[in-house]
């Protein structure tokens, strides 16, 4: 008590020395185990008319995550519910900006996405798309958005093209069709491209009719009368898949027999959704959309790691909305790993030079051009065959004959 | 958005198609009375305004499916079971929570039901989750031709029993000694108290009754669209319509008013565009609520 006690030269030395290892030691270790790492925040509609398709893009993200991990970055998916409204989304993607979000992506439909982005934008956080076709997202100069999904324009372009594949490899042509279309952002973007694409690309039937409605709606009896009511060889659906259910249930009620149901770029009959719910009446619905290359590395770990992770889950049903969604956020992990940074600058800079030819949809490699925007994503023609998506068209990449007319309603078991 | 008036002459000279629209719309608008009627009964009593009837619905229609699934129940069947499981919620939600806010101000009362829709839909949302829930039977893609009309069975089942159930709860209200008294309670409240009338019991019945109603409503429904949390709030909108146009309180009123909705959002989906029935529905409101305040069948406050 009340002794100094004194150090000798020596003993300071060895102090000081085990003191320079022990503070160098964790400064190496900590330098040769830093990855690179990401946030995401992902806003995509959990709850609301769209919480079904959201719910399928959150597995993508969520199986993302490993993915990541295998290519040396870690992944941490920050999500929030856009509640299948706009301005949910708008106050949401705030919200994960603030929580420090280093980078968006989202959000399923097109409203939401383009509430998403103007947000991205006034930020400077990068914004990678997963699914949403309205055209002016990328066409009106964001600096921070980057879409890997074709624009309705292509998405259209490539459906109308190969319906008339469809007629020729099956030498079944309809004269008149009736458009039915939801009259949200994303329905309305597809008509507009089908207006614009129609007389171009020389098709051979004529609309009928043109039956717009609310996507909110719970039924469609009187919006398929008046499509019945103009006697059309074919219909054309852009649909989700609530919608998409409604209208072959009053088609069946109402004995409305046409040669075939075709959405020339929609998702709603290739969900999961579509198939459990209407079962032998989903059967021969044609989409014609980007779809997973399922010879693809990728494709076939993600196949392998979805049974495992889901496997109570049809992986039919969910692999459109999960593939773009997974694809999404690999696209922001292939960024950060470039980048060498988190900053927004760095990683929307990164994410311009982005050039990813391991990716599991059908196509090319994946790139941005200068407004953000891959237009390089071809589409296929895909069937609903005994419950499962199987690919018709085109005839390389197909693993089913196509079915043309298509068995009328009573005629299905 | 033009109006196609092409498009409008073509589908008036269509008899065919004007005949099925006005049939679908009776049928559908049937259905939405029927949705309607206990928000009607609730509130022409208990003078509470239950901003949480399309949750209960909801409730309806996830325990139809639940007995449809585990018990390969027909919803038709589940009836009896929902409407009696929703009497007794019902009647202990107002035994046990609404009736001591009965006397409160309006604002109170509302805040407290959308409270009860929150916690009603967000359970669904936890047990069931956002997927679309939905039953097979199989007359769900049967229909009959009538002539040139096509009538599906589903609707006719549907618009039959909310005809029926109507004519019950009438009968009820017109024909026993609980209904007249629960009818003296919501005429003349004092007066029923003093003649020694338990109030609060009747209040609770009659919450009972309503959510009963709301409960067998929720099976047919469940036979016409799939059961998602999220349909709720729509539909107590939509039975606000109703029951405004038809006039708060009166059975007849929910009925007539379901219809009108139904032929007129079906007419509007027809001559003038799909995607605008919904704004003919309101339209309709504004336009009633300012010639007959009160609703076509309500008395004048």
Known sequence: MGRISTVSRRRLVQTAALGAVTAAVPLRYGRSQARPSLKLGVLLPRTGILASQGTQCVRGYELAVAIAAEQGVTLEIMLADTESNVDTARARAERLVGEGAQMLSGAFDSGQTLAIAQVAEQRSIPFVINIAAAPQITDQGFKYVFRNFPKAGALITNGLTLMKDLFAATNTTPRTAVLMHSNDTFGLAQKQAIDALFPRLSMPFTFADSISYDPRARDLSVEVSKARAARPDLMVVVTRANDAILIVREMVRQRFDVMGLVSPGSPGMYDSQFVSTLGRFAEFAISNVPWVNPNTALAKQVAAAFAQRYPQENYDGNLFNMAFSLQAALVGVDAVRRAGSTAGPALAEALRATRIENHMMIGGPITFDATGQNDAIPSAAIQVREGRQRVILPAAAADAQPVFPVPGWTQRG | ?301
């Open chain 2, 1 to 301: 958005m033009a109006l196609d008036l092409t498009s409008f002459w073509l589908a008036i000279s269509n008899g065919e198609l004007m005949a099925n629209t006005l049939v679908k719309g009776t049928l559908t608008g049937l259905v939405y009375g029927l949705m309607a009627l206990g928000l009607s009964v609730i509130f022409g009593v208990v003078r509470v305004v239950n901003f949480a009837h399309g949750e209960m619905m909801v409730v309806g229609m996830y325990g139809a499916w639940l007995l449809a699934v585990h018990a390969g129940l027909d919803p038709l069947l589940a009836m009896p079971v929902m409407a009696a499981l929703l009497f007794a919620g019902g009647y202990l939600l107002q035994r046990g929570l609404i009736n001591r806010f009965v006397t409160r101000p309006e604002h109170v009362q509302f805040l407290l039901l959308v409270a009860v829709a929150m916690i009603l839909a967000n359970t669904a949302l936890m047990l069931f989750g956002p997927d679309a829930r939905t039953v097979q039977v199989d007359y769900a893609f049967d229909s009959i031709l009538v002539g040139p009309l096509i009538l599906d069975l589903i609707r006719i089942y549907a618009a039959g029993f909310a005809i029926l159930l109507t004519l019950l709860l009438f009968a009820f209200f017109r024909f026993t000694l609980t209904g007249k008294a629960i009818r003296a309670a919501a005429d003349n409240l004092l007066g029923a108290q003093v003649i020694g009338l338990d109030h609060q019991r009747l209040y609770a019945l009659t919450f009972g009754i309503g959510a009963a109603a709301v409960g067998a409503g929720g099976c047919l429904m469940l036979l016409l669209i799939d059961a998602t949390p999220m349909i709720a709030s729509d539909f107590t909108i939509l039975g606000f319509i109703i029951v405004i146009l038809g006039g708060l309180g009166s059975l007849m009123g929910a009925l007539v008013g379901g219809i009108l909705i139904g032929v007129s959002e079906a007419l509007a989906g027809t001559l003038i565009e799909p995607s605008m029935k919904s704004m003919v529905s309101f339209g309709l409101l504004i336009l009633v609520l300012l010639i007959r305040p009160q609703g076509l069948f309500g008395r004048r406050g």
